[in-house]
């Protein structure tokens, strides 16, 4: 089993950053697929970014691309988003998740197999 925990949301303006960590259990942490996903208040969660097991490899959505960066650290089991430019319409609760089976590019949330509790990401216009 795995267990994720995500920490970094907050309150910003627009324009301006934040950095969201995700801290895993697990010895077999370096073998999956990370993502990030957000959801927003009436809307489906959709893929944000993601990054492949082996770190070499990250991709975005276009609405991030280019604001957004997946990193990963697997001596500490933990990847990291670092998001800048902020906008309002980034207000969503932002989940990190894994991919047990290590699938390239993993945009799919159904086949990610564990979830984090969700943190809350509100930027301000």
């Known amino acids: 089993q795995v267990q994720l925990v995500e920490s970094g949301g907050g309150l910003v303006q627009a324009g301006g950053s934040l950095r969201l960590s995700c801290a895993a259990s697990?010895?077999?942490?370096?073998?999956?697929?990370m993502g990030w996903f957000r959801q927003a208040p009436g809307k489906e969660r959709e893929f944000v970014a993601g990054?492949?097991?082996?770190?070499?490899?990250?991709y975005y959505a276009d609405s991030v691309k280019g604001r957004f960066t997946l990193s990963r650290d697997n001596a500490k089991n933990t990847v990291y988003l670092q998001m800048n430019s902020l906008k309002p319409e980034d207000t969503a609760v932002y989940y990190c998740?894994?991919?047990?089976?290590?699938?390239?590019?993993?945009?799919?949330?159904?086949?990610?197999?564990?979830w984090g509790q969700g943190t809350q990401v509100t930027v301000s216009s």
């Open positions: 998740a894994a991919d047990a089976s290590g699938t390239y590019y993993n945009r799919r949330s159904s086949q990610y197999h564990y």
């Open positions: 697990g010895r077999t942490f370096s073998s999956y697929t």
């Open positions: 990054v492949n097991w082996n770190g070499g490899d990250t």
